[in-house]
């Protein structure tokens, strides 16, 4: 069993910067890829960006690609993600997944954290 705890949002001025951790229970997080997605008012929850389970591998939403970088440490049971350049657009709570299944498709994923609120101000 992978607990997921989000930390890290908050509400920040556009082209500014935020860091997203996602901290994780539980022995076997680091055989599963993990990721982010988010869920903006009124919209589908949409895949951010996602890591395999060494970190030799990611892939990005196409909207956030060279904004936005996946990262984690095994060590400590965390996967990360960088922000920059921050648009209103990005505004949403995001949320941390991890699973035993590909990288293209956490949606499938079996552990889910409870999410941490984004706001980019304009």
């Known amino acids: 069993q992978v607990h997921l705890v989000e930390s890290g949002g908050g509400l920040v001025q556009a082209g500014g910067s935020l860091r997203l951790s996602c901290a994780a229970s539980?022995?076997?997080?680091?055989?599963?890829?993990a990721g982010w997605f988010r869920q903006a008012p009124g919209k589908e929850r949409e895949f951010v960006a996602s890591?395999?389970?060494?970190?030799?591998?990611?892939y990005y939403l196409d909207s956030v690609k060279g904004r936005f970088t996946i990262s984690r440490d095994n060590a400590k049971n965390t996967v990360y993600l960088q922000m920059n350049s921050l648009k209103p657009e990005d505004t949403a709570v995001y949320y941390c997944?991890?699973?035993?299944?590909?990288?293209?498709?956490?949606?499938?994923?079996?552990?889910w954290g409870q999410g941490t609120q984004v706001t980019v101000s304009s």
């Open positions: 890591i395999s389970w060494s970190g030799g591998s990611t």
């Open positions: 539980g022995r076997t997080f680091s055989r599963y890829a």
């Open positions: 997944a991890a699973g035993a299944v590909p990288l293209t498709d956490l949606s499938r994923g079996d552990y």
